[in-house]
């Protein structure tokens, strides 16, 4: 071979390399962008819904706004197999995530719990299912459903009138795409920890079951909200169960009348006919009339022990109540109520 010819191929050869090198660093650069460069641009929450495919989760990202290129993003997805292994569910994103991690989130399903708050007071199933709603995927209404289905709360130990019972307010830490009936479940579990043996001694005690203590505690929690007293208005309450004695509870009247704006207890509000009318029936009503809260179930657990058969809102609207243990002592109470109730013209 000629010197010339060798020249030509020595030529040849170096540009090949040449090529073979550009390529392989295009590869390498295309790579690095694809998977391992930062492209989540801000700290965010993905909710991608239970059958969502791929254009689900790049509609959960754009709304989001958070990646700096969705092209590398796609790229990534494809490569990884992503694209045909989308999982729902709530998921955290970090500013500075690469493809790489964000993909290794998505596609393993490793969700961010989030917290449901059941604070006290809820009243109703209906009011119960949109608070439980606001933080997972399930509706309202099929939550409601859930609730009043007496075949699955007779599974749980419970009916639609006693299942409030079953519910202890708290923070609650769940997955997003928990199922109604799970969801349920975990209430359950959470109230069966809550009813620990001292808890049940305590009820067996004031001759309660935890479902009746629950119930009474309903009703202290609609009395007062003030809890330096919640057990002087248990006590109460026991010493007319035991003596077998109607409650006479003015919140029962005005959940079974559905107004919970009644200021003034008036005698046809004591005539309505109604399993909750504590005026008619004695003994405890179907179930609960609220969630109570802790501190409510807990007066009632630790009841004051004393000789009161009544009690009457303190003529000064403080909330607090004065106590009696005389019917004639109680109507002197409830007079003075009365005349304070005229003054300031609350006449329902």
């Known amino acids: 071979m000629s010197y010339k010819a060798k020249r030509y191929l020595l030529l040849i050869i170096l540009l090949v390399s040449l090529l073979c090198i550009g390529y392989i660093a295009e590869g390498v650069i295309r790579i690095y962008t694809t ?16 059958g969502a495919g791929f254009d689900g989760v790049l509609d959960s990202l754009r709304s989001a706004r958070v990646l700096q ?9 494809q490569d990884e197999n992503y694209v045909q292994k989308v999982r729902p569910g709530r998921y955290k994103i970090a500013a500075g995530m690469t493809n790489k991690q964000l993909i290794r989130k998505l596609k393993t399903g490793t969700q961010d719990a989030v917290n449901i708050v059941i604070a006290g007071h809820i009243r109703d199933n209906g009011k119960l299912a949109a608070i439980l709603a606001r933080s997972i995927e399930i509706d309202s209404a099929t939550l409601y459903h859930v609730l009043s289905d007496t075949l699955l709360i007779r599974r749980l130990g419970y009916t639609p009138a006693t ?5 202890i307010p708290n923070t609650y830490q769940v997955y997003w795409t928990i199922s109604a009936e799970q969801l ?24 309660l079951t935890r479902d009746e203590v629950t119930t009474l505690a309903s009703i202290v929690n609609e009395e007062t909200n003030k809890i330096d007293e919640m057990a002087r208005v248990a006590g109460v309450y026991i010493n007319r169960l035991h003596r077998r004695m109607p409650l006479q509870a003015d919140p029962t009247l005005k959940y079974a009348c559905r107004d919970f704006a009644i200021k003034r207890v ?13 005026y008619k029936y004695a003994g405890l009503p179907p179930g609960p009339i609220c969630i109570p809260s802790i501190a409510a179930i807990d007066a009632v657990l630790r ?19 004065l106590f009696a243990a005389t019917l004639a002592q109680h109507n002197r109470n409830a007079e003075q109520y009365r005349q304070a109730l005229n003054r300031e013209r609350v006449f329902r």
């Open 69 to 77: 290129n969705e092209n590398t993003f796609v790229r990534a997805a």
């Open 266 to 278: 008036l005698d046809r509000h004591k005539a309505i006919e109604s399993p909750y009318n504590t």
């Open 184 to 207: 349920l479940q975990r209430l359950q579990k959470e109230s069966q920890a809550f009813w620990n043996d001292t808890r049940l001694r305590q009820a067996a005690a004031a001759g």
């Open 303 to 321: 009841y004051e022990h004393h000789n009161y058969l009544y009690f009457c809102a303190k003529d000064d609207f403080s909330g607090y109540h």
């Open 163 to 167: 299942i409030p019972a079953m519910i």
């Open 35 to 50: 998977f391992y460069t930062r492209n989540v641009t801000s700290d965010a929450a993905l909710h991608i819904p239970t």
